[in-house]
């Protein structure tokens, strides 16, 4: 698999390249935690928007629970009345395989909205969801994409909290 490193530059002409796309106007932008935060900031600038909502979604990490099948866990969502009967636009970094965005899509849709999927980066061949796609995107790509939000070495980007002394 290729490597690819984004600069800030690539960023923003992708971005650019996504915002051109899209069917505006919307009621409101929802980002998806932690990689859309920063697209999705940088397209609400562009439009002028001031409604930005979050989504953080999880699915088991341990691989044994694990599957196809798992249930997300919302850890933080807008309200259905933040929602309901307004167009939203959801955007991510990345549509790997297409489990969170499908379940903040699936989400919305029962709180009485209307979303449109937005992403930087459409993974399309592992893609869990091989009849859905986003409704807008900058690239298809089967690369690793390296965003220049994350540290260089991000096969596990999370920070893990290790004491410097033992507490006793």
Do not use: C
């Amino acid at each position: 698999m290729k490597h690819v490193y984004l600069t800030w530059h690539d960023l923003e002409e992708l971005v650019s390249k996504l915002i051109f796309k899209l069917n505006t106007p919307y009621d409101a932008i929802l980002v998806i935690t932690r990689g859309g935060i920063i697209p999705g900031g940088m397209i609400a600038e562009a439009l002028g928007m001031k409604d930005v909502l979050t989504a953080a979604v999880y699915f088991p990490e341990d691989p044994s629970q694990r599957s196809k099948l798992s249930w997300p866990r919302f850890q933080q969502f807008p309200t259905d009345t933040l929602l309901s009967g307004r167009k939203i636009l959801v955007v991510d970094n990345l549509w790997y395989q297409g489990r969170t965005i499908m379940a903040v899509k699936g989400r919305i849709e029962t709180a009485g909205g209307y979303p449109e999927l937005a992403v930087i980066h459409w993974k399309k061949q592992s893609s869990y969801f091989p009849d859905e796609q986003p409704d807008y995107y900058a690239e298809i790509t089967e690369d690793f994409i390296h965003y220049p939000w994350q540290r260089i070495d991000d096969s596990d980007y999370r920070i893990r909290a290790h004491p410097i002394m033992p507490l006793s």
